[in-house]
């Protein structure tokens, strides 16, 4: 595009206009106060000695009404934060589904959190079995002695506990997932079973045997005469329970269960005899 001798001196002017303003003497000074502040703030945020000052002040730095960062929890809180979340996620996906990303979402950690506590997703597994056990283990310590309490009132009161416990919907669906998880985890699911209904007819085979001693109850063989009272008052509403042939049994129906079991149990193996029994004494 040619241009007329009048517009190439417009041009030529404005040009230089520009490069004067550019390099004047207020351009200038302008933009070195601005350099300067610049400079200034960026000497101050690197000191050690503000720096010192906005970690022990971190919500000086926060706006007003926004959320800090969460309070750091001790490693027992974390533990028993993590079990609980590990568990729900175990019985709504199942250990093969279930991932340490989504236990570490659900406990509202990072995931680096969790491998810190479980360094494997089978160690919280078992962290999770472990915690029903020793509540178990805890209502079978629990019980106490009482020398004037007959055998219905000892077997009766403990069996309705145990029942309780075994047949809570929570207690199942870890039942579930310990048969699912037994051939990938064996030891998981001898564990459970070991620790759980073996723990409780330890404790019957031990109560049993000191009866037989005294002379109260007829039971040469202990040890099989306890599982067979235990399965009798809890194997098959937990096996109606485990496969979904009924909901959680209300009080009532386990009453009844475990004093008709006792009342076979006691029919069969009591000898006329004035002296009472202790109390179911706990497995050690």
């Given at each position: 595009m040619a241009f007329t001798a009048r517009q190439r001196r417009s041009r030529v002017k404005r040009f230089w206009k520009l490069v004067s303003s550019l390099f004047s003497v207020k351009a200038v000074r302008f933009n070195a106060k601005r350099c300067r502040r610049?400079?200034?703030?960026?000497?101050?945020?690197?000191?050690?000695?503000?720096?010192?000052?906005?970690?022990?002040?971190?919500?000086?730095?926060?706006?007003?009404?926004?959320?800090?960062?969460?309070?750091?929890l001790d490693v027992s809180t974390?533990?028993?934060?993590?079990?609980?979340?590990?568990?729900?996620v175990f019985v709504e996906?199942?250990?093969?589904?279930?991932?340490?990303?989504?236990?570490?979402?659900?406990?509202?950690?990072?995931?680096?959190?969790?491998?810190?506590?479980?360094?494997?997703?089978?160690?919280l597994f078992a962290a999770v079995i472990d915690s029903r056990r020793a509540e178990l283990a805890a209502i079978i310590d629990g019980e106490g002695s009482d020398a004037s309490c007959r055998p219905e009132e000892v077997l009766g009161r403990f069996l309705r506990r145990i029942a309780r416990?075994?047949?809570?919907?929570?207690?199942?669906?870890?039942?579930?997932?310990?048969?699912?998880e037994a051939q990938r985890a064996p030891e998981l699911?001898?564990?459970f079973c070991r620790e759980g209904s073996t723990k409780a007819c330890s404790a019957?085979?031990?109560?049993?045997?000191?009866?037989?001693?005294?002379?109260?109850?007829?039971?040469?063989?202990?040890e099989s005469a306890a599982k067979m009272l235990f399965y009798m008052a809890i194997a098959e509403l937990q096996m109606q329970l485990l496969i979904g042939d009924c909901r959680e049994p209300d009080a009532g129906a386990i009453d009844e269960r475990v004093d008709r079991a006792v009342r076979l149990f006691l029919d069969g193996t009591r000898k006329e005899t004035g002296r009472r029994p202790d109390t179911l004494a706990p497995a050690r």
């Open positions: 610049f400079l200034s703030g960026v000497m101050r945020s690197a000191s050690p000695r503000n720096s010192r000052a906005q970690v022990a002040d971190p919500a000086a730095l926060r706006k007003p009404g926004t959320k800090g960062r969460p309070r750091l974390r533990r028993e934060r993590l079990i609980a979340a590990a568990e729900h996906l199942g250990y093969g589904a279930a991932s340490m990303d989504g236990i570490a979402r659900r406990a509202g950690m990072s995931k680096k959190t969790i491998y810190q506590v479980f360094e494997t997703k089978q160690d416990f075994v047949l809570a919907p929570r207690q199942a669906a870890l039942y579930r997932l310990a048969i699912a699911a001898n564990a019957l085979t031990q109560w049993l045997a000191s009866q037989h001693e005294r002379g109260v109850l007829d039971v040469p063989d202990s």
